[in-house]
Nanobody, 126 residues
């Protein structure tokens, strides 16, 4: 199983980026997908999550209204559209899969996710 993130880069504050998460060896449509990030010197935190059907999604308070998670199961891809980026969004972003049912209060618990990608760097700087 291989999970791969892409789409990171260096942008200025206020810019947008779209991250993609793809997998081989598994069918993403069977899994809930979470996006996490780790900023320098900080703990890993949950950013967003989307259920396998796409009917529910969750966001960290810090990104609500700026980030949108979506999925295209036909393309075996999950996206994280990030808008109005801020310097504090600078981090390595990871996507991960879970076959377990997530809850509004528990979706960001990283221990519940099994397959992880290597991450993609997002740097927001002027």
């Amino acid at each position: 199983v291989q999970v791969v993130e892409s789409g990171g880069g260096l942008v200025q504050p206020g810019d947008s980026l779209r991250l993609s998460c793809q997998a081989s060896g598994i069918t993403l449509s069977y899994y809930t997908i979470g996006w996490f990030r780790r900023a320098p010197g900080k703990e890993r935190e949950g950013v967003s999550c989307i259920t396998h059907t796409g009917d529910s999604s969750y966001y960290a308070d810090s990104v609500k209204g700026r980030f949108t998670i979506s999925r295209d199961n036909a393309k075996n891809t999950v996206y994280l559209q990030m808008s109005n980026l801020k310097p504090e969004d600078t981090a390595v972003y990871y996507c991960a899969t879970t076959a377990f049912k997530v809850t509004p209060s528990g979706w960001s618990a990283a221990y519940g996710y099994d397959h992880w990608g290597q991450g993609t760097q997002v740097t927001v700087s002027s």
